[in-house]
């Protein structure tokens, strides 16, 4: 629960900037972790953040209390780093070179395949996260960092629990395989 | 149930704490047995899960709260009013794609029927006089224009017998 009154809700959506402070200093820690992981750096985390809280405070009045106040500013968050993601991943597409694309894939590759019983550390995390396509890369965020339900997670990406569970399957298939191949290939290196 | 399922469960609802009594009981009574399932498990676990649950947590910067109050203050925003108008003006500011869609679409359709009108109109009465002179000519030849002719050729049978 974020313990944000009603009251306070209301007094934020009619203008008052400082009641909005109290939502911005009750709810910036997830939105900033959440955008940060989404977009993989933390100069991309703040303007989405930035946007996020714009776009709260634009929007408050239309909040109906139908969801959890948490569970809208989630979706505003997952939507808006997503769609900064895609945007960036576009613009990419039109300047990186085939060999340049290689020599990145390669490159992360080596570093996935760290040896089986390292411990977790932050830059692996990045590391990961940034081998599963975006949508993949929402849900397990949701899941292992936020620690949500899929029922939570589905209420907020607005999807089907069957589709939250099908890419959280996909997502962990996808880093078990991408380890048993930078494994083989560091044995044969 | 086969090492396949299993493992999707171990990818899911198994380790997410997902799966009902009844499922879970399933789940570990085929991992009490089955090696390959256990290794699995275990490598799911240490590349798929415990990288992300031991992620770092980090502070939001201390100086998001200014960027964001100046980007409010810089584009003068308010709340916006919430209700009926506000759902007009997005659905008019940005029609859906569904609603672009049949909005061109019964456009192009009256555009059509539109040109058409006049066509069809003198199509229908165009109808009409060629009914009505088919029946004159078919009343003409049928009664020989009433036993009556009118016009003379001026011939000289026709001077005998007047």
Aim: net charge neutral.
């Amino acid at each position: 629960m974020l313990d944000i009154t009603r009251a306070t809700i209301q007094r934020a959506a009619g203008g008052d900037i400082g009641a909005f402070e109290e939502v911005y200093k009750k709810t910036c820690g997830f939105v900033y972790n959440v955008a940060w992981r989404v977009t993989g750096n933390r100069e991309d985390a703040e303007e989405v953040a930035q946007n996020v809280f714009v776009t709260v405070y634009r929007k408050l009045a239309g909040f109906r209390f139908e969801s959890s106040l948490k569970t809208w500013i989630y979706r505003i968050t997952v939507n808006l780093a997503l769609n900064h993601v895609k945007k960036a991943s576009r613009q990419r597409a039109l300047t990186v070179s085939y060999d340049d694309a290689l020599a990145h894939q390669d490159t992360r590759l080596d570093a996935i395949a760290a040896p089986a019983q390292e411990p977790a550390d932050p830059g692996r995390v990045e590391e990961i996260l940034e081998r599963l396509n975006p949508d993949q890369r929402a849900c397990l965020v949701l899941r292992g960092i936020e620690k949500m339900s899929y029922r939570e997670i589905a209420e907020v990406l607005n999807i089907n629990i069957n589709t939250v569970r099908s890419r959280i399957k996909r997502a962990r298939g996808t880093l078990v395989a991408l380890r048993e191949k930078g494994a083989v290939q560091g044995v044969t290196s | 149930m086969n090492c396949r399922k299993i493992q999707d469960l171990i990818l899911t609802d198994f380790t997410d704490n997902e799966a009902s009594d009844d499922v879970r009981r399933l789940v570990e009574g085929h991992l009490a047995a089955c090696s390959a399932c256990r290794a699995f498990q275990a490598e799911v676990r240490q590349n798929a899960v415990r990288p992300l649950q031991e992620a770092e947590r980090v502070e939001a910067p201390a100086r998001l709260w200014s960027r964001v109050t100046s980007e409010i203050f810089a584009q003068q925003l308010k709340p916006a009013p919430a209700g009926v108008l506000e759902k007009l003006k997005n659905l008019v500011a940005t029609p859906r794609p569904a609603f672009a869609f049949s909005t061109v679409a019964a456009l192009v359709i009256f555009g059509i029927l539109a040109a058409r009108l006049p066509y069809l109109s003198g199509r229908a009465e165009r109808q009409q006089l060629a009914e009505a002179a088919i029946e004159e000519q078919i009343d003409y030849f049928a009664n020989g224009n009433g036993g009556e002719v009118t016009d003379t050729f001026k011939t000289d049978v026709e001077e005998f017998f007047s």
